[in-house]
């Protein structure tokens, strides 16, 4: 069977983001761009149903511009088998990214198809829900393990207080958490080796969608400045200060 992993390029977590002087957006230029780290965890979660020998095949997919055939080749280099870029150089919501991979897993008759909880740029944690109900499929969302036997999946999700779990028919969905895995590092000769696999390229309109985003952002800003702390001489001090400047004790 078929694993579909949708990946998205963002921002590497390690940079510390910049907004744009205009408040347009975050400055991008000539900045490290990655795989989102949830997208990296269903990568190293489908090899290893790969090698586990439930999956033959793994796609990926990433909807984005043309530099973003790089974290394609990443992911092929972690073992996924084929690529797919869709490209589109306009900030493409999670309504209609749900909508290409809809198609391309449908047309690939993929069944199991994992996806990252959230992207961590913009914090949307909606792709997996939209696609799963666009489907008519299950979802097992915030996965921290999953085990497909036969034609079903059982997904242990974190939720508050505990651990749950669900069965899920096959084709389903599943947005990954952190405990899910560990990704593995790209071993060199397979980083080689990525540089050959398939990669195909399409168009948003290939699949009917319009990638014109419906929803306009007007503005983005820094967070507020922490201001600097004071160092206190005496608990008496602590408690006047509490009292009378931060107001936060009657
Ligand atoms: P979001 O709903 O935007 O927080 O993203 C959740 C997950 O949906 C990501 O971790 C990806 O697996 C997938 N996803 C979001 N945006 C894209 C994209 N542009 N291309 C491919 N997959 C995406």
């Known amino acids: 069977m078929k694993a579909l992993v949708a990946v998205k390029r963002v921002v590497d977590y390690n940079v510390k983001v910049r907004v744009k002087a205009d408040e347009s957006g975050v400055e991008l230029a000539n900045v490290k761009m990655s795989i989102n780290p949830f997208c990296e965890i269903a990568v190293e979660e489908a090899v290893r149903l790969k090698e586990k020998g439930v999956v033959s095949e793994i796609i990926v997919v990433t909807v984005g511009p043309k530099e973003a055939q790089e974290q394609l080749r990443s992911a092929m280099a972690l073992g996924a088998d084929r690529a797919i870029l869709v490209e589109s150089s306009d900030a493409v919501r999670p309504l ?5 991979l809809k198609s391309i897993a449908e047309a690939e008759d993929a069944q199991v198809i994992l996806l990252g909880k959230q992207a961590i740029d913009d914090d949307n944690n909606q792709t997996g829900q939209m696609l799963a109900a666009l489907m008519g499929v299950g979802q097992g969302t915030f996965a921290s393990e999953v085990v497909v036997d036969g034609g079903k999946m059982n997904v242990t999700r974190e939720v508050d207080g505990g651990l749950q779990t669900v069965e899920l028919k096959l084709p389903a969905i599943v947005t990954t958490d952190l405990r899910l895995n560990e990704p ?7 980083i080689m080796k990525a540089r050959k696999k398939p990669l195909e390229m399409k ?36 408690i006047d200060k509490l009292k009378n400047e931060a107001k936060v004790l009657g």
Do not use: C, H, M, W
Not at 96 to 100: D, M, N, Q, R, V
């Open 184 to 190: 593995r590092y790209a071993a060199l000769p397979n």
């Open 96 to 100: 209609e990214i749900a909508k290409i």
């Open 203 to 238: 168009a948003p309109s290939d699949f009917g969608v319009d990638a014109a985003s419906k929803i306009q952002v007007t503005k983005v800003s820094p967070p507020p400045e922490r201001s600097e702390g004071v160092t206190v001489g005496s608990v008496d001090e602590l």
